[in-house]
C-alpha cells in the first residue's frame, strides 16, 4: 500500500456515529468528538501527501481513497467543516469517475454491507422486481431484522456517490449492484434512512433510462401501495424530519411518473391522481392537520403537480381550496406563519390558472380568505422582524386577485366594485392590479367610478 493510503485506516466512522443524536454517554461524546478533529487532519495530510505524487493510482487504490473520502463530504455528524472542504478537494481528482471504479466500490463496499438483509422485493442477481415477496408474507418483517448495514454510518454517502455519477448508458451493467441498496435505504422503517433513499432516487431518475425502469419493474415497485415505497413515504408522518421527508417524496414521485409514463395517458392521469387524491389529500392532509410543518412541506410541492394534472385538478377542487384558504383566515391563539400564507396563495393561484373555466363557483370562498388575510395584515407591527415577509405576502395577495379577475373577468364590476364600495382605502391597494392591464374596455368604468390610478 503507498504511504498515502495508510492514513485510510484511520478515517473508518465509528459506528457509534450511526445514533449519534441519541447518545447520553458523555465518555462516548467527547471521544467521537476527538476523532471528528482527529480525521479532519488526517484528510488534510492525506491530500498533501496525494499532490506530492505524481504516478498513477491503481483501480483498487482509486476505490480505497473514493470510499474513505466520500462520508466526509457532506453535513452529518462526524464531519466538520475543514473536513468537508478537504474531502471536496480531493475528490476533484474523481469528479469523472468510470464504470469501472464505480462497479468496485458496488462489488466490494456496497453490496456486501446488505447481503445480511436482501430486499425481499428483489432478484439480487438482476434487479428485477420479484411477482411475489422472497421468503413469504412476513418478509418485509423479518427483513428489519440484524441490519448491518446501519452499522456502517457511511453508507447511504457511498450509494449516493455512486448513483450521482453513474452515466446512463451504464446503469444496464451496475443496475443489479445498485438498485437493491437504493431501495433498501427507501423502504426502511426509520425516516431519516427513507429520506436519503428518496433523494438517491431522485437523483437516479434524472439519468436512468425509462426503459431500464419499465423492464425491470422497479418503476411499478416504487409506486406500488402496498410497500413502503415512494407513496407510502407520505404516511411517515409523525417524526420530526417528517416535512424533509414528504416534500422530498413528491417531488421525487412526481418525476417518477413523468419519466415513466406518456402525455396525455390514462395512465399518467391515475397515477398522478393517486399522488393528489390518496397521497396528499387523503393521507398527509388527512392525518397531519395538526402539523403545520408537514403542511407546509406538501404545500410547497403542490404547484408543479398541480400544472401536471392541468385541468384534472377539477376533481380535487373542494379538497385543494379549502384547505389553500383556510391558513388566510387570521387566528389569534395559533398564528398562521407568514410562509404557509405565502405558499398556500401560490398553490392557489397555480389551481385558479389551470383550472379557470371551473374556479367561478369558489371565488366568493377564495376572496374571502384573501380580503381577511389582507385586512390582518393592516395591523401589522412595522417593526416586527419579518415585515419583509408580509410586503412579499401582500404582494401575493394583489397576485392572486388579479389572477382570479383574469379567470372570472366579471369579478371585476361584481365582488371588487363592492369591496371598493365597503371601504375604498383598504382594499384599493389589493386590488389595484386587477383594474390595470389588458382589459381596458371592462375595466374603464370601474377606474372612473373609484378612481384607481
Same mark, same amino acid.
Given at each position: ?10 478515517? !473508518? ?162 443496475? !443489479? ?277
Amino acid at each position: 500500500m503507498p504511504p498515502s493510503l495508510a492514513l485510510l485506516s484511520s478515517l !473508518h466512522i465509528p459506528h457509534e456515529f450511526s445514533g449519534y443524536e441519541k447518545l447520553e454517554d458523555e465518555q462516548i461524546i467527547q471521544r467521537l468528538q476527538r476523532w471528528k478533529c482527529d480525521a479532519s487532519q488526517v484528510l488534510f495530510e492525506l491530500k498533501t501527501l496525494l499532490n506530492q505524487r505524481d504516478e498513477n493510482l491503481s483501480l483498487e487504490d482509486q476505490a480505497e481513497i473514493v470510499v474513505s473520502i466520500v462520508p466526509f463530504g457532506r453535513e452529518d455528524p462526524w464531519v466538520v467543516p475543514t473536513a468537508r472542504e478537504t474531502s471536496t478537494d480531493i475528490l476533484q481528482r474523481f469528479r469523472e469517475p468510470d464504470i469501472h471504479l464505480l462497479k468496485r466500490i458496488l462489488t466490494y463496499n456496497v453490496k456486501p454491507l446488505f447481503l445480511s438483509t436482501p430486499h425481499p422485493s428483489l432478484n439480487l442477481s438482476t434487479g428485477r422486481r420479484l411477482p411475489r415477496l422472497a421468503g413469504g408474507s412476513m418478509a418485509s418483517q423479518d427483513y428489519y431484522e440484524e441490519q448491518t448495514w446501519k452499522e456502517h454510518p457511511e453508507t447511504a454517502s457511498l450509494v449516493s456517490f455512486v448513483v450521482t455519477n453513474i452515466r446512463s448508458e451504464d446503469y444496464e451493467d451496475l443496475w !443489479h449492484l445498485v438498485i437493491p441498496s437504493v431501495m433498501s435505504l427507501l423502504d426502511d422503517y426509520e425516516v431519516r434512512y427513507k429520506i436519503k433513499g428518496v433523494r438517491i432516487v431522485s437523483e437516479m431518475l434524472q439519468k436512468v433510462p425509462k426503459a431500464l425502469l419499465k423492464r425491470t419493474g422497479i418503476d411499478g415497485l416504487l409506486l406500488s401501495p402496498s410497500i413502503q415505497s415512494l407513496n407510502n413515504c407520505l404516511g411517515h408522518l409523525k417524526d420530526p424530519e417528517s416535512p424533509e421527508l414528504v416534500r422530498a417524496a413528491i417531488s421525487a414521485t412526481l418525476s417518477l411518473i413523468l419519466l415513466t409514463t406518456e402525455h396525455g395517458t390514462a395512465q399518467r392521469f391515475d397515477q398522478l391522481c393517486a399522488l393528489l387524491g390518496d397521497g396528499i389529500i387523503g393521507t398527509a392532509w388527512l392525518y397531519a392537520s395538526d402539523s403545520c410543518e408537514v403542511i407546509l412541506a406538501t404545500i410547497e410541492a403542490l404547484p408543479p403537480l398541480l400544472k401536471a394534472l392541468g385541468i384534472g385538478i377539477a376533481r380535487y377542487l373542494k379538497a385543494l381550496i379549502p384547505q389553500l384558504v383556510h391558513p388566510l383566515y387570521p387566528n389569534s391563539v395559533r398564528p398562521t406563519p407568514v410562509v404557509l400564507q405565502k405558499h398556500s396563495l401560490i398553490a392557489l393561484v397555480t389551481v385558479i390558472n389551470e383550472c379557470s373555466p371551473r374556479i367561478g363557483r369558489w371565488k366568493g370562498t377564495i376572496l374571502d380568505g384573501v380580503g381577511r388575510c389582507w385586512v390582518a395584515l393592516q395591523d401589522v407591527d412595522p417593526n416586527r422582524n419579518d415585515e419583509g415577509a408580509c410586503e412579499e405576502l401582500k404582494e401575493q395577495l394583489r397576485s392572486t386577485c388579479l389572477q382570479l379577475a383574469n379567470a372570472c373577468p366579471s369579478i371585476i364590476q361584481g365582488e371588487y366594485e363592492r369591496f371598493l364600495a365597503v371601504n375604498h382605502e383598504m382594499f384599493s391597494d389589493l386590488l389595484k392590479p386587477a383594474f390595470e392591464g389588458d382589459r381596458k374596455e371592462d375595466k374603464e368604468r370601474a377606474v372612473q367610478s373609484h378612481g384607481i390610478s
